[in-house]
């Protein structure tokens, strides 16, 4: 496969910057807040993540779950989004400097294509249309439109049961010729990154959050943030050869080891 076949190849970019949207992006999960206020409840949710981490449950059964318990006409999802949600403060400036320094943004969410790039043009203004969107998709049911009460479904990106696996995306940027393969890295926060996890150069998990749980349990790299102005940093110094993402990736496991230590 030809490199300029990969949308996120177009500009030849030394390095691609894949990230998830909700509660990474964003201050708050989207499919969450839906789930929490218009259908089955914060308590279920919270279930069905646990069950997907220890596996009693697929990310793709949960999800469904959540999605199928609301009702509300998919407009008013939008615009109550609209009003709710919340942008990470560092991440429009973070995404000023891709954009300056030929770093494409690329989103790998679960949730929905309409939700995200509407959320990300009100957070983050026009200059978010260059941000390369996979997801899920959304349909109306049987007999319906999506903009009546449970008139939507959700259409899941693939027959993976994480419902979009995010590795799939990510593999053929891997799978490219070393000199023109970039160097990857991937930001996220909770059970539907799983299937990205392991597949950059550098991970960065937020910190707190169900991705992180994941981590120390599998032994897979990855550096804690807490806000993209430490992502920015990070890239930054790398983009400018200060540092290496294998000595990123050192730090991040010996200050997770430290920060653990001084709690114990």
Same mark, same amino acid.
């Given at each position: 496969?030809?490199?300029? +076949?990969?949308? *996120?190849? /177009?500009?030849?970019?030394? $390095?691609?910057?894949?990230?998830?949207?909700?509660?990474?992006?964003?201050?708050?999960?989207?499919?969450?807040?839906?789930?929490?206020?218009?259908?089955?409840?914060?308590?279920?949710?919270?279930?069905?993540?646990?069950? &997907?981490?220890?596996?009693? @449950?697929?990310?793709?059964?949960? $999800?469904?779950? @959540?999605?199928?318990?609301?009702?509300?006409?998919?407009?008013?999802?939008?615009?109550?989004?609209?009003?709710?949600?919340?942008?990470?403060?560092?991440?429009?400036?973070?995404?000023?400097?891709?954009?300056?320094?030929? &770093?494409? =943004?690329?989103?790998?969410?679960?949730?929905?294509?309409?939700?995200?790039?509407?959320?990300?043009?009100?957070?983050?203004?026009k200059e978010a249309d260059d941000i390369q969107i996979v997801a899920n998709d959304v349909a109306p049911r049987e007999g319906k439109s999506?903009?009546?009460?449970?008139?939507?479904?959700?259409?899941?990106?693939?027959?993976?049961?994480?419902?979009?696996?995010?590795?799939?995306?990510?593999?053929?940027?891997?799978?490219?010729?070393?000199? =023109?393969?970039?160097?990857?890295?991937?930001?996220?926060?909770?059970?539907?990154?799983?299937?990205?996890? !392991?597949?950059?150069?550098?991970?960065? *998990?937020?910190?707190?959050?169900?991705?992180? +749980?994941?981590?120390?349990?599998?032994?897979?790299?990855? +550096?804690?943030?807490?806000?993209?102005?430490?992502?920015?940093?990070?890239?930054?110094?790398?983009? *400018?050869? !200060?540092? +290496?993402?294998?000595?990123?990736?050192? /730090?991040?496991?010996?200050?997770?080891?430290?920060?653990?230590?001084? !709690?114990?």
């Amino acid at each position: 496969m030809g490199s300029y +076949t990969l949308p *996120a190849m /177009q500009t030849n970019p030394n $390095f691609i910057f894949f990230t998830d949207f909700d509660g990474t992006i964003t201050l708050s999960d989207s499919n969450d807040f839906l789930t929490d206020n218009l259908g089955h409840g914060q308590k279920l949710r919270k279930q069905g993540n646990q069950d &997907v981490l220890t596996d009693k @449950m697929s990310f793709r059964d949960s $999800f469904q779950g @959540m999605m199928d318990s609301i009702s509300t006409p998919y407009d008013q999802c939008i615009k109550i989004l609209l009003e709710n949600i919340r942008l990470d403060p560092h991440f429009k400036e973070f995404h000023d400097w891709c954009r300056q320094n030929n &770093v494409p =943004v690329v989103v790998l969410s679960s949730g929905m294509v309409p939700i995200i790039r509407a959320l990300l043009v009100h957070l983050v203004g026009k200059e978010a249309d260059d941000i390369q969107i996979v997801a899920n998709d959304v349909a109306p049911r049987e007999g319906k439109s999506i903009n009546e009460d449970g008139g939507w479904q959700i259409v899941f990106h693939d027959d993976s049961h994480f419902g979009h696996d995010k590795s799939i995306e990510i593999r053929q940027y891997a799978k490219l010729p070393g000199d =023109v393969r970039p160097t990857m890295f991937y930001a996220g926060d909770g059970v539907s990154d799983l299937s990205a996890a !392991k597949e950059t150069d550098l991970l960065f *998990a937020k910190k707190g959050h169900d991705l992180v +749980t994941y981590c120390v349990r599998e032994n897979v790299p990855f +550096t804690e943030f807490e806000s993209w102005s430490s992502i920015l940093a990070t890239v930054k110094e790398i983009v *400018a050869g !200060k540092t +290496t993402v294998k000595q990123v990736s050192a /730090q991040g496991a010996e200050d997770f080891k430290k920060g653990n230590e001084l !709690k114990n």
